[in-house]
């Protein structure tokens, strides 16, 4: 045979392989190459539950889909609670690997790939680091909220002209906090004012 016209073939490691086109308003679903092979669900639980029973049925075993964003999570349980080895792929994995893919194609590229061992799952971790995780997350996003607010707070206060920037370091401090509570309550003496300020300074050299 003539070697320009030799087509290497690929060895199917995963023969009871699928593979999902995760979306935000539908999951595409391929057990095969075959155009019958492909069906489109939704993202409610019952459409969760009808796309791994469709799973059950074609008698696959093992799932391939892309981390899009969060909308894989909740099929991602579903599976898992089902009993399917799931693979959770980076799409960049996909995307690199050359081939005729459109849109409704996708969920039919990655069964492929998937079939071939192509694909190689993300890090998962365990329900105890993804706990401590979220945590981190949940604290770095307070930390970056506190700080744009009280960015914000001096911004107002320079429209109004009220410079507590320039009298205190923090405004969001004990003393300035207690300058802003006494402006809030409709104090606008200066010299009371001040007197917060002194107060709240005696605060801060106590502890």
């Not at 995760?22 to 095969?32: C, E």
């Not at 009280?150 to 906090?177: A, E, F, P, S, W």
């Not at 006494?182 to 801060?204: R, T, V």
Request: contains cysteine; proline residues 2%; neutral net charge.
């Amino acid at each position: 045979m003539d070697q320009s016209t030799e087509k290497m073939l690929m060895e199917v490691v995963n023969p009871h392989a699928a593979g999902i086109d995760i979306g935000s308003r539908s999951h595409w679903v391929s057990v095969g190459p075959k155009e019958k092979d492909i069906r489109e669900f939704g993202v409610f639980n019952e459409d969760l539950k009808a796309l791994s029973n469709w799973l059950s049925e074609n008698k696959i075993t093992t799932v391939a889909m892309e981390s899009t964003g969060t909308y894989w999570q909740a099929l991602y349980a579903v599976l898992l609670a089902d009993g399917f080895e799931v693979i959770l792929c980076n799409g960049k994995f996909t995307k690199n690997i050359k081939g005729r893919k459109t849109d409704i194609q996708d969920c039919a590229w990655i069964q492929k790939l998937h079939s071939i061992g192509l694909l190689s799952g993300s890090f998962l971790p365990d329900e105890a680091t993804e706990q401590l995780r979220t945590y981190c997350r949940h604290r770095a996003n307070l930390l970056d909220m506190g700080a744009s607010t009280q960015k914000k707070m001096q911004k107002y206060l320079r429209l109004l002209n009220l410079r507590l920037d320039v009298v205190v370091n923090d405004i969001c401090g004990l003393t300035g906090l207690s300058i802003i509570r006494a402006i809030c309550k409709g104090e606008a003496n200066p010299e009371k004012l001040a007197s917060q300020y002194f107060e709240g300074f005696d605060e801060d050299r106590r502890f």
